[in-house]
């Protein structure tokens, strides 16, 4: 029999759509690959006996003909989405053994269409981090490799790893300012976020409200067309959620682009860009000539404030989010002299370090007369960000952009410089600010064999556009590269 | 450029500590400090942004709250609630006294 771990979803739902195996086999032969995968450390918690569970009662459920969409299909699941009976930790100490007795909208919504779930993957701790070294359970291995260990980027880090690894079919992940498509990027993964408000933030665990959204990271455009066409959908239980249609996705993929008028904005040639993404860029924008696509400058001024503003907003809603851990009713708790003096040893030993500096920057911003020196000023900033892709769309349907400024580097190579790690996600932070869609597609490979990904922006609501331009640019380029499995 | 807040101090980094619940030791709170001002002076780049007669953005997409029954829709879940609870005791959370 052919290794299933090496099929693509939409493949593997095919074949056991067709009787060609069970999801029992597929889910063993994706838990045999992560048993064989420690060194990866992508998972947090593993759900194996559950998994199993589940596929039996899935394989049941399709012999009635009550096939869900994602029947069967073993999956990975980020540690920020609660699920009930399974410990969620967002990679934090402070969470301690967490046991949610409920489970999250984007989770139930996968369960609900025949989930089964492999187990919890790692991540920066609360999603904070652009290379998963943040997480309290230790950093995610990149499975490509160039001499030394690599991030896989973050903050969704195991969850590119595992797809990229193959160990699961697909998973969840988060993006608030680069945390999905800066990993598919690192991990030569397929990762959208989709427009703000598409995928309910019920049961997720908060880290910046107003840019926080669930999405899929995949083998394919099409597996994260289908998995998004689950994960979301209005609900009630939050209140930016957007009570609009969920379109089939996965038909938008192969869509022909002729005529689509692509923008190429010129800010987003900065300095120091490694000349490998920029003729990649450069390549990516003859594939789409090439596919009928026509190609329109554009200009988004404001480009280069928007880290600055996202390192404003982010760290100010977090502290908000964040003061909920206070060691009373769920979690980690260490006693001290008085109440007050329990709250303090609680958060100092339950935060790691780059927690702690972001609740930190987010009180002082947010503190008496600094408010609008720095909070409402960033909210402005945000303000202009979103009017410059306005007036961008008055000219072009969709904009093409590098994903990331650079290649998977090494393990430790950037932790102990704040500001050159939040610089990972200068190219993806846009569309968090301005709540759009972005994709980032694997491209090519840069000199040392590792994965370079390119992003697609599209209008609000406009998955349709995103899906269609990302799958021509996954056809032109014929992405077929794997790491050597060198961790089992 | 303007500058309108001036370099974080040693003893701004134990009172914004304070105010996040958070302990920083002594000899921690310079470093912190210089942490904070890179981090700050980088952010600082804002103040060229002309932002006059701007409206701040509070929502990534344009819809009005939506209103619901002011109506009791969940409860009777107390075991649920004390579940992960670090102290209980009697359908009760435990906390430090906070009334002498």
Not at chain 1, 61 to 79: C, H, N, Y
Request: charged letters at 25%; aromatic letters at 6%.
């Amino acid at each position: 029999m052919t290794d299933l771990t090496k099929l693509t979803l939409e493949a593997a739902l095919g074949g056991m759509a067709k009787g060609e195996f069970s999801s029992v086999e597929l889910t063993q032969a994706h838990i045999d690959a992560c048993a064989e995968a420690g060194k990866l450390n992508a998972f947090i918690t593993d759900t194996h006996e559950l998994a199993i569970e589940q596929a039996k009662a899935s394989d049941a459920r399709r012999a009635k003909g009550e096939a869900g969409l994602l029947e069967g299909a073993p999956l990975g699941v980020k540690d920020l989405f609660c699920t009930e009976g399974v410990k969620t930790c967002a990679a934090s100490k402070i969470l301690g053994e967490f046991t949610p007795t409920y489970e999250s909208s984007v989770s139930a919504n996968m369960k609900a269409d025949g989930m089964v779930m492999l187990g919890k993957l790692n991540l920066d701790e609360f999603a904070m981090g652009s290379s998963n070294e943040t997480s309290a359970y230790g950093p995610v291995i990149n499975p490509w490799r160039k001499g030394e260990d690599l991030v896989p980027g973050g903050s969704s880090g195991g969850s590119a790893a595992a797809v990229a690894a193959d160990l699961c079919l697909g998973a969840t992940a988060t993006d608030t300012g680069g945390s999905i498509r800066q990993p598919a990027s690192f991990t030569g993964t397929v990762g959208i976020k989709p427009t703000y408000g598409r995928c309910s933030r019920w049961g997720t665990v908060a880290f910046a409200s107003s840019l926080d959204q669930a999405g899929p990271i995949a083998k394919t455009v099409k597996d994260a067309a289908i998995l998004l066409e689950s994960m979301a959908g209005y609900d009630a239980k939050d209140s930016t959620s957007l009570n609009v249609a969920v379109p089939k996705w996965s038909e938008s993929c192969g869509k022909s682009v002729k005529g689509l008028r692509i923008g190429i904005p010129k800010e987003y040639m900065i300095d120091d860009m490694p000349v490998e993404i920029q003729s990649l860029w450069d390549q990516g924008v003859e594939w789409m000539k090439e596919a009928g696509a026509e190609i329109v400058p554009i200009t988004l001024p404001h480009t280069k404030y928007a880290l600055p503003a996202y390192y404003v907003v982010a760290p100010a809603e977090a502290s908000s989010n964040l003061a909920r851990y206070d060691g009373m009713r769920y979690g980690l708790r260490v006693d001290g002299k008085d109440l007050n003096d329990t709250y303090d040893r609680t958060r100092t030993e339950g935060f790691g370090d780059e927690v702690r500096r972001r609740i930190m920057i987010g009180t002082y911003v947010l503190s008496a007369g600094y408010y609008d020196a720095y909070y409402l000023r960033a909210q402005k900033v945000r303000t202009r960000i979103v009017q410059d892709f306005e007036n961008a769309w008055q000219t072009c349907d969709a904009i093409l952009t590098p994903t990331a400024p650079s290649a998977p580097f090494a393990v430790g190579r950037k932790v102990n410089d704040p500001v050159k790690m939040y610089l990972n996600d200068i190219f993806t932070v846009t569309t968090n600010l301005a709540g759009l869609p972005g994709i980032s597609v694997p491209a090519g490979l840069d000199q040392d064999g590792l994965p370079l990904g390119l992003q697609i922006i599209g209008k609000a609501l406009d998955e349709d556009t995103v899906f269609a331009a990302a799958s021509a640019l996954e056809k032109a380029a014929g992405f077929t590269a794997k790491p050597e499995k060198w961790w089992a | 450029m303007s500058d309108p807040v001036g370099a974080v101090s040693a003893e701004d980094v134990k009172k914004i500590a304070r105010l996040s619940r958070l302990h920083v030791e002594d000899d921690r709170l310079q470093p912190l400090a210089d942490d904070l001002n890179g981090i700050l002076a980088w952010i600082e780049q804002l103040n060229e942004v002309d932002v006059d007669g701007v409206e701040p953005m509070t929502s990534a997409v344009d819809m009005s709250a939506p209103l619901r029954k002011d109506a009791v829709t969940d409860g009777g879940i107390r075991d649920n609630i004390l579940k992960n609870a670090p102290k209980k005791d009697d359908g009760f959370f435990v906390v430090p006294r906070s009334v002498e």
